[in-house]
T-cell receptor, first 109, second 113 residues
């Protein structure tokens, strides 16, 4: 079992829809979780961090954390073509981030 | 200026050549990391350093070496480049517990011919 798992996609959604990206992790003691957005050929950019169970909202982005079920999700509301990118889930294990393989999101106009 | 600077941005080199990729940071972070990224394989950790005297191998260190010249500088070397080291390389930094995630450099696209 991989330490951090994401569906590789591609996930295709129409413009204006909600995109839902999911991530599961194996280490129960992990305390901090991150979502990065990466455009093709560019470096990963931190868009959300979450530390407590529940939801955290920032603009069109909502991160959700459920430590009991060991999953983290990212919702993107009112998806735009500019949101088309690969989204990386990262989990802090012992002070080092473990990255998932990433989910490719395509938002169609 | 960028918080984490990588040089060069692009490099084409020949098989067997030695090449160094450089990373410098102004974040004041003590931890630095080198990753490579290949299509479909995600980010793979090559080496990481928790401070100037602490350097550790990652999951794919064979064929690579590193040097932490100062808190702010962390270099990656390919002693004898081979074509399957063609990839996008990223340097990243974090504070001691990575509680705020990593800050990535802009990347170096390396092609070995």
């Amino acid at each position: 079992q991989k330490e951090v798992e994401q569906n590789s996609g591609p996930l295709s959604v129409p413009e204006g829809a909600i995109a839902s990206l999911n991530c599961t992790y194996s280490d129960r003691v992990s305390q901090s979780f991150f979502w990065y957005r990466q455009y093709s050929g560019k470096s990963p950019e931190l868009i959300m961090s979450i530390y407590s169970n529940g939801d955290k909202e920032d603009g069109r982005f909502t991160a959700q954390l459920n430590k009991a079920s060991q999953y983290v999700s990212l919702l993107i509301r009112d998806s735009q073509p500019s949101d088309s990118a690969t989204y990386l889930c990262a989990v802090n294990q012992g002070g080092k981030l473990i990255f998932g393989q990433g989910t490719e999101l395509s938002v169609k106009p | 200026d960028a918080d984490v600077t990588q040089t060069p941005r692009n490099r084409i080199t020949k098989t067997g050549k030695r090449i160094m990729l450089e990373c410098s940071q102004t974040k004041g972070h003590d931890r630095m990391y080198w990753y490579r990224q290949d299509p479909g394989l995600g980010l793979r950790l090559i080496y990481y350093s928790f401070d100037v005297k602490d350097i550790n191998k990652g999951e794919i260190s064979d064929g690579y070496s590193v040097s932490r010249q100062a808190q702010a500088k962390f270099s990656l070397s390919l002693e004898s480049a081979i074509p399957n080291q063609t990839a996008l390389y990223f340097c990243a930094t974090s504070d001691t517990y990575a509680n705020y995630g990593y800050t990535f450099g802009s990347g170096t696209r390396l092609t070995v011919v």
